[in-house]
């Protein structure tokens, strides 16, 4: 099962804002394309770059959780069906 959306934090705001508007604008395509097919972007600048690897671990990490809570549910779920003895 793969997540339908994924979350961004405003932690990381301050880091968003020393970029120029292209520069955000290619960060958040990034973003995008990392999310849908795992793949990294060769094209950014070196700053675009630096911030991109924090929203990556961010991402990651909560691609970890998800599936952490979907397995959680799902041995959740088979526990309920089971019969009661």
């Known amino acids: 099962m793969t997540a339908k959306a994924f979350l961004l934090y405003l932690d990381n705001k301050p880091l968003v804002d020393k970029l120029t508007d292209a520069q955000a604008g ?6 995008y394309q990392y999310e849908q097919d ?3 972007p060769v ?5 675009c770059d630096m911030v991109f690897t924090v929203f ?3 991402l990651d990490r909560g691609r970890a959780d998800y599936a952490n809570k979907v397995e959680q549910r799902r041995a959740a779920g088979r526990k309920g ?3 009661k003895a």
């Open 81 to 83: 069906g089971l019969a």
């Open 26 to 31: 290619k960060l958040f395509k990034a973003i």
């Open 43 to 47: 094209e950014l600048c070196a700053l």
């Open 38 to 40: 795992g793949t990294t």
């Open 56 to 58: 990556k671990l961010h």
